[in-house]
């Protein structure tokens, strides 16, 4: 399964680093996708890292302010999100999905931006 870590609070301007673990299976043979979800609304994709670590893909909402990187060495994936806004509030999830794996997520971790 998959375990994302580093949400919190952060007032708008601030920057956090969220972090995707797996456990069971070698992440780094996989793309992986990070997605979030607000209250009221569809998750949504934010970004997308293939297994080479090289091609990256970022949503509207997440270029220009937000990374996408891989240690295949520690087998984590993480989401750099700086310049935060209030409009970035939501639940993030890290999701693999293959032939091999399903469709695999993790359970999240709320990010809250707010003065």
């Known amino acids: 399964h998959l375990v994302e870590s580093g949400g919190g609070l952060v007032q708008p301007g601030g920057s956090l680093e969220l972090s995707c673990a797996a456990s069971g299976f070698s992440l780094y043979i996989y793309p992986v996708s990070w997605y979030r979800q607000a209250p009221g609304k569809e998750r949504e994709l934010v970004a997308a890292?293939?297994?080479?670590?090289?091609?990256?893909n970022y949503e509207e909402p997440a270029k220009g302010r937000f990374t996408i990187s891989r240690d295949n060495d520690k087998n984590t994936v993480t989401l750099q999100l700086n310049n935060l806004k209030p409009e970035d509030t939501a639940v993030y999830y890290c999701?693999?999905?293959?032939?091999?794996?399903?469709?695999?997520w993790g359970q999240g971790t709320q990010v809250t931006v707010s003065s």
């Open positions: 999701n693999v999905r293959s032939y091999t794996t399903g469709d695999v």
């Open positions: 890292i293939a297994s080479n670590g090289i091609n990256v």
